[in-house]
């Protein structure tokens, strides 16, 4: 069993800087791919960003050149460098941990942190 702590949410203007991390229990995290979704009230939740075991990534437009995904594999923490916020990134953020185990997915989520930009 995985759990996922997120933290790093706030209220911040437009424009502002916000730093979430997601710290993972157990000792699957070094084989997992993490990611950060998010859920805007009233809408579907979609991919942010992810990052595999390799440290590759992977960005939702919206956000190319203003978010950073990075892993830190030994404190177990996933972090999600988000900069020039803009209103329309307002949502619930979620940790996602990703992981095949003889042949078997795994898929864990946090709890979610609000983040709200004001115009």
């Known amino acids: 069993q995985v759990q996922l702590v997120e933290s790093g949410g706030g209220l911040v203007q437009a424009g502002g800087s916000l730093r979430l991390s997601c710290a993972a229990s157990?000792?699957?995290?070094?084989?997992?791919?993490m990611s950060w979704y998010r859920q805007a009230p009233g809408k579907q939740r979609d991919l942010v960003a992810s990052?595999?075991?390799?440290?590759?990534?992977n960005y939702e437009d919206s956000v190319k050149g203003r978010f950073t995904i990075s892993r830190d594999n030994a404190k177990n923490t996933v972090y999600l460098q988000m900069n020039s916020l803009k209103p329309e990134d307002t949502a619930v953020y979620y940790c996602?941990?990703?992981?095949?185990?003889?042949?078997?997915?795994?898929?864990?989520w946090g709890q979610g942190t609000q983040v709200t930009v004001s115009s």
């Open positions: 996602n941990a990703n992981f095949t185990w003889w042949n078997k997915v795994y898929d864990y």
């Open positions: 157990g000792s699957t995290f070094s084989m997992s791919t």
């Open positions: 990052i595999s075991r390799e440290g590759s990534t």
